[in-house]
């Protein structure tokens, strides 16, 4: 059961049949094996050679470079979908999306032509390699140092926490090529690091949850790379690459706490018509009443936040305030309907059984991915400062 998709109107007929095709692969392929991968930690390997048929590595990738060259907009509800039936697969797809948006808006036209057609089948498949174990939100305190010899550069470092880390071949892997630059972000580089010798994963990391798919640690040693991998072959403009990519990042998340907040909810109206207490079902109780009217606001809220910014960023605005909204509020709407369903199923919700303690698990990464919600808040604070100055 899925909420109204109110927001589907106004689509074209083929990103209409791409998300119908989606929602019966979904139903079929995906849902009936959910629980049991999850439980396991397993990661899916079926359903990445589905999603490679259906043509979802290359969703955002341009249509010339033989992708489905699909909007933002069209993309939102797609993760959406798919994160309303498991949130993991979500992440799959969109940390690859992430590292092909910046070789699509960072690199040169010869990398995106050597690059993006293998993306966007999935033959290779990837993500983003920002994290490192001593920086997170302060990414220019990165230590991965790439140093210059003849054609090549040579990296040293660790990344963390990086989604697609064993399974993924390529990342879109940023480092310090002058540590010594004022302001820092002018020493940052990105390349398009390829597994090779050098670039080895060092381990898996345990979860919470988000589960199924990998996350992993990275060590480059000695790890050798060709200039022309440097992303829009001048040096200094990793961070600004980077960036590029986590607009598109930022509403991916807002989609994905969409998708988890309406299965929150959905969940939690059948349930409360199914389940009676005091000869009747809870839905008529006014307490339930009330996390249930408290939920669906929430849900809708954050589904028109989360499709302000796709559209935004589709007509090409600078859209960081409206991403930032969107991934603050879905995201926190996730962890707030997941919670309200756990008490809504009562005992039941505990029970590995049920489908809410794998909401409950997954929600909070909402908030800590792509930005925490702390900068979220502060990138929309500066904006409103600089829009209405005193
Ligand atoms: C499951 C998972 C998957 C991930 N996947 C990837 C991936 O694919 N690639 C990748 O590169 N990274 C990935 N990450 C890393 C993620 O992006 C970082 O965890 C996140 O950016 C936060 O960094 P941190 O963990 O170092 O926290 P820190 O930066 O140490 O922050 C700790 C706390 O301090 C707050 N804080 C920090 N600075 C400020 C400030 N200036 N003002 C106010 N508050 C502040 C933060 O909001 C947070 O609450 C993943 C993380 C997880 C958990």
Redesign the pocket.
Known sequence: MTDDNSATSGLSPEDQMILDSIDKWLEREVRPHVRALDHADEYPIKMVEQMKELGLFGATIPVDYGGLGLSATTYAMIIERIAAVWMSLS?VLN?HL?MAACVNRSGTEEQRSRFLPRFATGEIRG??????P??????QAIRTRAVRDGDDYVINGT???????IYGSCFAL?VKTDPDAEPRHKGMSMFIAEKHEGFRVSRK?E?L??KG?D?AELIFDNYRISAENLIGGEEGRGMQAALSGLELGRINIAARGCGLASAALMESLKYAQERKTFGKPIAQHQAIQLKLGEMSTRLRAAKLLTYDAARAYDRGERCDMEAGMAKYFASEAAVANSLEAMRIHGGYSYSKEYNVERYFRDAP?MC????????QL?IIAKQMLERYPA
């Open positions: 992440g940390s992430i993500g983003l390699a920002l994290t490192e001593d920086a997170g939100t302060d990414l990344k963390t926490w990086i989604t697609n880390g940023l990391i979860k949850g988000y798919v996350s990464l800590i991915g792509e930005g925490t919600n702390e900068i502060m």
